[in-house]
């Protein structure tokens, strides 16, 4: 890691008060969906402001946060209206919904709906087959070889492995690089061939039906810290219907969504499920392949961020999301 380019490179980003495009004459509506975790490690109180601002901060979007019931609580009077919105943003993870929304979603993608999807939120609905078919691949909440093969990169293809087994597993929050896969797809057009990412679960053995989907970039899962030793997909791109998904497996907390390579691909990436294009610019100081680039602006939303980084060996490798 270049210290010096680290400490440089957050000071501009915190300092910088010029969008990397310029403001939409008409923001993009977006809906960023949360409520609900499968567990206390993804703290969506914490993270959905912080995604919210990120998406603002370019002056394309215009975000409304709206709350679903926790697991177990009324839905009767939730009723999202998709429709409204160019893409959803969704940072919730839950294990199931009334068959009224997930009929509404599937409508909404269908016609040509955006979709981005964050990290956990790949954990989500386990059992409903579309939303499998609209996120490629998943982890956890019950899925097995039934839910389709395993997904991951070799010899620069994308390769299936049917082995029995379930579905997700991570080793210890640590900067991992990130190998883009397809350098002519706007989201990753202009990027570094590698870049580093700052201390976050890289998630492993993901399965899932992977139709219509297109990996954008891997990182090597270490078999010296709970890996498969496969280069496991990180970024990816789907349709659906007439609509677009963009899915990243980063972002477990602030100190990882504070990544400024998460922070541009996220931005990019939700640009391009809402329009299917990008009118971003690369930001200068994307990483490289020895720097991870810090956003304090970000950072310091974290209410534990005067106590220092997270411990990211706090957590214990494994089945654990």
């Known amino acids: 890691m270049t210290t010096r380019r680290l400490f440089t490179a957050a000071a501009l980003a915190a300092l910088c008060l010029v969008p990397a495009s310029a403001p939409a004459a008409t923001p993009l509506k977006v809906m960023l969906l949360d409520g609900e975790s499968g567990g206390p490690y993804h703290k969506w109180q914490l993270t959905t402001p912080v995604l ?11 975000v409304d946060v709206v709350t679903a019931p926790k697991a177990g609580e009324d839905f009767s009077n939730f009723h999202p209206d998709f429709a409204k919105y160019q893409v959803v943003v969704s940072n919730y993870d839950a294990a199931e919904w009334p068959a009224d929304i997930k009929t509404s979603l599937e409508t909404y993608m269908k016609n040509g709906g955006g979709l981005s999807v964050v990290h956990a939120a790949d954990n989500a609905f386990g059992q409903w087959s579309e939303w499998n078919k609209m996120i490629g691949v998943g982890g956890w909440r019950g899925r097995t070889e039934a839910s389709g093969p395993r997904w991951f990169v070799k010899d620069g293809k994308a390769e299936q492995d049917p082995s029995p087994g379930r579905a997700g597993a991570h080793g210890r929050r640590i900067p991992y690089l990130v190998v883009n896969r397809d350098t002519n797809h706007p989201i990753t057009k202009g990027l570094p061939a590698q ?3 700052q201390g976050d679960e890289l998630y492993n053995s993901m399965r899932g039906p992977g139709e219509n989907m297109t990996i954008l970039a891997t990182s090597y899962s270490e078999p010296t810290n709970a890996g498969t030793g496969r280069d496991e997909p990180v970024l990816m791109v789907l349709n659906y219907g007439k609509g677009r998904v963009f899915h990243t497996v980063m972002g477990h907390d602030i100190n990882a969504i504070s990544c400024e390579g998460f922070v541009a691909t996220f931005q990019r990436g939700t640009e391009w499920a809402a329009t299917g294009k990008v009118t ?7 990483p490289t392949a020895t720097s991870v680039v810090y956003r304090t602006d970000y950072a310091t939303m974290d209410p534990g961020y005067k106590n220092g980084l997270n411990g990211l060996d706090a957590q214990p490798g494994g089945r654990g999301r």
């Open 52 to 62: 919210k601002k990120q998406l603002e901060d370019t002056g394309l979007f215009q």
């Open 195 to 197: 870049w580093m990412h």
């Open 280 to 286: 971003q610019k690369v930001p200068a100081n994307f």
